[in-house]
């Protein structure tokens, strides 16, 4: 048992149930449960990342990505500098200045990113997304492959999902709300990115002292 | 995941491992209601579908159920995103010129302004049901992954009405909808970029 194998997080699950028989919790109930968790914790956090290279098709704006969710998109040119493309919506296709032909806007839908203007040709990106763990633990010493982190919520939701089957609904509900927002949280500190501003790097123009 | 894989997950719930008060047939058919449910409150089933107009008819049927957005494909590299209105506007846009422009949606059909004169192709980014019910074991859900999981708690409320645990099945409800607003604000709703996101600002450089 090393933390965090799937042995350590069934124990974590049971010591928070107060249960070490496996007559109500079976290790196969819970592996469920500590699978489905981190899937949750993978859709709710957007924590497990991922690059994928992809090429346009000629005068085909969708391209086909697998993911939950798509964060940006870099139009990679046979040389030179790769650029990133700004996200819009179907509404203002066709509305927006364009430079060219190259990629240079992008929006999500229907499992596919589009691309503005429609690509003539084929155009290699990059695209940054959040997908699902593909493998189910199932070995003891298998791990989770999302970061460290989030691992102990994958934990809480294992903790929620025991407390439905043994009817405790009440206490569920109020787990749960602790889970949901210790995650927001954590997404908020861990996952979301931020440019720096202008002002991050000004010096303010007077410093007072207190009580003068 | 497939439908095997849910009634497990469901029966784990209700701590009920094989199949006795709730049966496999009713699991299914909430697991059906469930998967409408999420795809009418998420919006999450997305689609883009391909229509072209009729010449001098101001109408085009659609069969989503919702119509989110309408593009207009000038040529095969141009398309350009037509304006939804309100049908009180109708009438009040002058200057339009001949091709498809503004719309708005109305039952099933999508009208069209100015009425086109000619056959036009256009494009419809859609929310729509499920095609399909799901029924054997092997089947999977319509709905995109990360949605799948919400079925699992829709049932289970559903069951707990049937056991009479009224309060039980409102606080499992009200996490399965939780869950379904979380995801639809994470994963579907598009926030594009404002124009700060794209600029670099010159004083960053290293000097």
């Given amino acids: 048992m090393s933390y965090p194998d799937l042995s350590d997080l069934r124990q974590r699950v049971r010591d928070l149930l107060n249960e070490s028989g496996t007559t109500f919790y079976s290790n196969a109930c819970l592996n469920r449960f500590i699978n489905d968790g981190q899937r949750d914790v993978a859709i709710k956090a957007l924590c497990y990342e991922s690059a994928q290279s992809l090429t346009t098709a000629t005068n085909t704006r969708t391209i086909a990505v697998t993911c939950i969710k798509t964060f940006g998109v870099e139009y990679v040119p046979a040389s030179g500098t790769r650029l990133g493309l700004g996200l819009i919506t179907p509404r203002m296709v066709g509305h927006m200045r364009l430079t060219g032909i190259t990629p240079q806007y992008w929006f999500p839908w229907a499992g596919n990113i589009c691309i503005e203007p429609i690509p003539q040709t084929a155009y290699n990106l990059v695209v940054y997304t959040a997908i699902l763990p593909t493998v189910d633990l199932s070995s003891d010493t298998d791990k989770p492959v999302l970061p460290n982190e989030f691992i102990p919520w994958i934990v809480q939701f294992a903790f929620i999902r025991g407390l439905i089957r043994d009817k405790k609904y009440a206490s569920a509900a109020m787990i749960y709300k602790v889970y949901i927002d210790a995650m927001k949280i954590a997404r908020d500190n861990m996952m979301k990115k931020y440019a720096d501003a202008r002002t991050d790097f000004e010096i303010p123009d007077a410093i007072e002292g207190v009580g003068k | ?207």
């Fill in chain 2, 1 to 207: 995941m497939t439908v095997t894989n849910l009634i497990l997950r469901i029966r784990d719930l209700l701590n009920e491992d094989t199949a006795g008060f709730w049966t496999d047939a009713e699991l299914t058919r909430y697991m059906n209601d469930a998967e409408r449910d999420i795809a009418i409150k998420a919006l999450c089933l997305q689609q883009i579908d391909s229509l072209t107009t009729v010449n001098a008819t101001q109408t085009v049927s659609s069969l989503a159920y919702k119509t989110m957005f309408l593009e207009y494909l000038q040529s095969t590299t141009k398309g350009i995103g037509m304006e939804n209105i309100l049908s009180s506007q109708w009438g009040h846009t002058p200057g339009l010129g001949v091709e498809p422009q503004i719309w708005f949606e109305r039952g099933t059909l999508l009208y069209i302004e100015p009425i086109p004169n000619a056959i036009y192709n256009l494009k419809t980014y859609t929310a729509d049901y499920p095609t399909s019910e799901v029924s054997t074991g092997g089947n999977s859900p319509e709905i995109p992954e990360a949605f799948v999981p919400l079925i699992i708690l829709y049932v289970v409320s559903v069951c707990l009405m049937k056991d009479r645990r009224y309060v039980a099945g409102q606080q499992v409800y009200a996490m399965y909808m939780n869950e379904l607003l979380y995801n639809r604000s994470n994963l579907i709703e598009i926030v594009p970029d404002v124009k700060a996101a794209t600029n670099y600002h010159e004083f960053n450089k290293v000097t």
